[in-house]
């Protein structure tokens, strides 16, 4: 579009009623363009839901609507919230409130993770914290298509070996589990020397640990 800034940030949301949705962002500017079969645009609708400074905005679409997840920060809270559109791009219901935190800092980038599982029926949250570096704070919150919150948890992980392990690869299973891995580097930090698969069920507040065999060959 001529009219787009060189630096607009667009995501193709999908196909409805015949004709393509794509969201569109530069700076405070966020609106949907919608072009027809021929990709001849056909409508811009400006959305003015959102705060002035979003920190990350995430899409999910389905069959007959989608999703907008975004986190703003306003004074000292950082929020995460929902807002769910139809395939004319029209906002249906009001904006939902998923998940907050306090924190002492102006932020500049996403504090949560988002997630989907790959049948769309679970969507999460993962955020994880470890500014005191021999313990991981990470807060878990899963829902259902609906948006219906199914489990919060909390969880501390001790950071072993001399503090050179990483949190990575955090998924959600259509059963809605979170799953991730915990990785410990060597005293050089060249090589993984153990990894983890951990995951949290819906159904439990403890965090099931699974040690993963590593093999190493000397290449010539």
């Given at each position: 579009d001529?009219?787009?800034?060189?630096?607009v940030?667009?995501?193709i949301i999908?196909?409805?009623?015949?004709?393509?949705?794509?969201?569109?962002?530069?700076r405070t500017?966020?609106?949907?363009?919608?072009?027809?079969?021929?990709m001849?645009?056909?409508?811009?609708?400006?959305?003015?839901?959102f705060?002035?400074?979003?920190l990350q905005?995430?899409?999910?679409?389905?069959?007959?609507?989608?999703?907008i997840?975004y986190q703003?920060?306003?004074?000292?809270?950082?929020?995460?919230?929902?807002?769910?559109?139809?395939?004319?791009?029209?906002q249906?219901?009001?904006?939902?409130?998923?998940?907050?935190t306090?924190?002492?800092?102006?932020?500049n980038?996403?504090?949560?993770?988002?997630?989907?599982?790959?049948?769309?029926s679970?969507?999460?949250?993962?955020?994880?914290?470890?500014?005191?570096?021999?313990?991981?704070h990470v807060?878990t919150?899963?829902f259902?298509?609906?948006?219906e919150?199914?489990?919060?948890?909390?969880?501390?992980?001790?950071s072993e070996?001399?503090?050179?392990?990483?949190l990575?690869?955090?998924?959600v299973?259509?059963?809605?589990?979170?799953?991730?891995?915990?990785?410990?580097?060597?005293?050089q930090?060249?090589?993984?020397?153990?990894?983890?698969?951990?995951?949290?069920?819906t159904?439990t507040?403890?965090?099931?640990?699974?040690?993963?065999?590593?093999?190493?060959r000397?290449?010539?």
């Amino acid at each position: 579009d001529r009219e787009d800034p060189r630096g607009v940030n667009f995501e193709i949301i999908g196909k409805y009623n015949n004709h393509f949705i794509v969201y569109k962002n530069y700076r405070t500017d966020n609106y949907f363009t919608i072009f027809d079969n021929n990709m001849k645009q056909v409508n811009k609708i400006p959305l003015e839901i959102f705060p002035e400074r979003l920190l990350q905005t995430d899409v999910l679409a389905y069959r007959d609507y989608f999703y907008i997840f975004y986190q703003y920060q306003k004074k000292n809270i950082v929020y995460v919230m929902a807002a769910k559109f139809d395939g004319n791009g029209k906002q249906i219901g009001n904006n939902i409130e998923l998940d907050t935190t306090e924190v002492n800092f102006t932020a500049n980038n996403k504090l949560y993770t988002f997630l989907n599982s790959e049948d769309k029926s679970k969507i999460a949250f993962v955020k994880v914290n470890n500014k005191r570096r021999e313990t991981y704070h990470v807060t878990t919150v899963v829902f259902d298509k609906n948006l219906e919150l199914l489990k919060r948890n909390k969880l501390y992980i001790k950071s072993e070996d001399n503090n050179n392990e990483l949190l990575s690869e955090f998924a959600v299973d259509n059963a809605g589990t979170i799953v991730f891995l915990k990785e410990a580097s060597t005293q050089q930090r060249d090589n993984i020397a153990t990894v983890s698969l951990c995951m949290l069920g819906t159904a439990t507040d403890s965090l099931k640990e699974l040690k993963i065999g590593l093999a190493y060959r000397d290449w010539e």
